[in-house]
């Protein structure tokens, strides 16, 4: 059996559809990261309190708890292209709100609440639709590749936001970054009606609940893919601690918002590192065990990073945690696209994003509550110890994510729990 499943990924990118809709993603991604890192910043200048900063995280996880499945149910209707261009229009309108309610000092603590729900309903609407969409404009055969460099202009975006984001607010202010964010989310609207290609539109012929079950049934019969999932969830929700950042740049490092910006783009600098060593080479064939063993040494370096009271040390557990995470997070992503169908692909990604996106603002939440307690420190160098325990209880449950390989037909061949 084959060592490795891909060819270099970045050559993907000869397909003009998924190179445009690509770079637009990475713009849209950093304004993205701009938004979270004034958002956190506004917030904690307001309150100056560990518990309404892990709030930010309840409110983010809230709509995607309620309205997970259904923003995959949308994405495998219809268009996708242009169900991408309404959702990312109504999230420019709410970064519009944002800059404006900044902009004129009338900005609350309730109001980022209020926005910061709102977008994450949207946002589970356009992701799952993007990662839908994508596949659609590679062959089969680049779909690893297109995973790859997906994973990698992700980790781009969190190395360039934070950092842009924290000499903005220096340099602007909130409202400056906010009013970047609504101008980046202009790029996909362009890059979709410049796509030459037209997939044809989902005919799910089924009521919404009926889609929703055969997703959700699919990954019952997959137990490989939902163990992957899982792993990820709780991975993130134990090893969650952006949303604590300001206080260790303000309390912990005495580093100020530009110290900030450098502490949230570490973990993706070490990410895109690796990223880009992955996109140059070949993804390793045995992608579960990878996944376990990433999640092993996550959870190591962000112990690290909870004890450490240096600045240098700190952004170097950082960067190696971020490293670990692009391995475990490129290899989550092609199994998962190997393995879904193309008319399950929306529901299925929206799935991996519910876990994926839930674990961590879930984790930011129980991380406030946490740090409001005990100190921020100890909160993240215990979530390390636990984001360890994840890796061997899933080992044990899933037994079949040790054996998965990437060269695998689409069909899984691990048997069940």
Known sequence: MSQSVSSRSYRVLRFRDFRVLWIAEALSQAGSQIQRVAIAWQVYELTHD?????????????????????????????????????????????????????????????????????AAVFEGISNPTRQALMPLLVPRSELPSASTMGVLVSHVSQVV???????????????????????????????????????????????GYQAAVEGLQFLRRTPTLFGVMLADFLATLFGACTTLMPIFADDVLGVGPRGLGFLLAAPAAGAVTMAIVMSITHLPDRAGLWVLASIVAYGSFLFGFGVSTTLWISLLFLGLSGAADAVSMALRHATRTLLTPDDLRGRVASVHRSLGMGGPQLGEFQKGVTASVIGAGPAVAIGGLATIGVAAFVAWVFPSVTRYRLSESEEERGVGI
Do not use: C, E, H, N
């Open 50 to 118: 560990a518990f309404k900063l892990g709030l930010l995280g309840l409110f983010r996880f809230i709509p995607i708890l309620i309205f997970g499945i259904v923003g995959g149910v949308m994405a495998d209707r219809g268009d996708r292209r242009r169900t991408l261009v309404w959702t990312q229009a109504v999230l420019l309108a709410l970064a519009l709100t944002l800059t404006i309610l900044s902009g004129s000092g009338r900005i609350t603590i309730w109001a980022i609440y209020a926005i910061t729900m709102l």
């Open 161 to 207: 936001g934070p950092a842009a984001g924290g000499l903005i607010i220096a340099t602007l202010g909130t409202t400056g970054a906010y009013a970047v964010d609504a101008l980046s989310f202009l790029a996909v609207i362009v890059a979709v009606l410049m796509m030459q290609q037209r997939p044809p539109p989902v005919a799910i012929t089924m009521s």
